[in-house]
């Protein structure tokens, strides 16, 4: 079974920190995807990259970034945190046709 | 753009039918994915529809109608730990990523 692993399970940084989630799988899969959860507004799309050094723009970029310097690790990086990012944050691999997740971040900015 | 929408919330009774909605309005279609979400967990994938028709997985099955831009999930013999959220997402004709539905929210009742 693939696994997609997220560093931690629970964040809590303060306003203006810079903040890295990390994601790591182990099936050498080409893709991975960043979302963020929040009540009533679903999954959304942050980041995705299909490659090594690749990345692409999701839905919802802004004061994001995203960097994938080796295959099986792809990381977000919250550049000056703020409280309107405190969110559930999942990343995901493909599977199949369908994605993988990981158990995901709850990050809290105070 | 994509929109896809689906009841926020529905009850129903152990051991009964319910049967999850889902309309979609999407830019280009590779798939239609399921997943269930159970509270403070990752998204688990539950089925695939890339053609017309139903999709039978144990006490799961998913529907598909591309020309109305429609599925749903049917869920039997309710059980209670079928209590979860459920996630409707579509694969669009850009690659791999998903876009989500708000999810709905099943509550299983003795």
């Known amino acids: 079974d693939v696994k997609v692993t997220q560093s931690s399970r629970y964040l809590v940084k303060r306003t203006g920190e810079k903040v890295f989630l990390e994601c790591v799988q182990d099936?050498?899969?080409?893709?991975m995807f960043w979302y963020r959860q929040d009540p009533g507004l679903g999954l959304r799309l942050i980041y995705f990259?299909?490659?090594?050094?690749?990345?692409e723009k999701g839905d919802i970029p802004e004061g994001y970034s995203v960097s994938r310097e080796k295959k099986e690790r792809f990381s977000l990086i919250l550049e000056s945190a703020s409280t309107n990012q405190t969110s559930m944050y999942l990343c995901?691999?493909?599977?199949?046709?369908?994605?993988?997740f990981g158990s995901g971040t709850r990050l809290t900015v105070v | 753009g994509q929109n896809i929408d689906q009841p926020t919330e529905m009850t129903a009774t152990e051991g009964a039918i319910v049967q999850i909605n889902c309309t979609y309005q999407?830019?280009?279609?590779?798939?239609l994915f399921w997943y269930q979400q159970h509270a403070g967990e990752a998204p688990t994938f539950l089925s695939y529809?890339?053609?017309?028709g139903l999709e039978e997985k144990g006490r799961f099955s998913s529907f598909l109608s591309r020309s109305k831009g429609y599925s749903y999930l049917l869920l039997k013999e309710l059980q209670m730990k079928d209590s979860a959220s459920y996630l409707c997402?579509?694969?669009?004709?850009?690659?791999?990523?998903?876009?989500f539905g708000g999810g709905t929210r099943v509550l299983v009742k003795p």
């Open positions: 995901a691999s493909i599977r199949d046709q369908g994605y993988t």
């Open positions: 099936m050498d899969h080409e893709n």
């Open positions: 990259s299909y490659d090594v050094k690749m990345k």
């Open positions: 999407t830019s280009g279609f590779n798939g």
């Open positions: 529809n890339v053609l017309d």
């Open positions: 997402a579509v694969s669009g004709a850009a690659g791999n990523k998903l876009t």
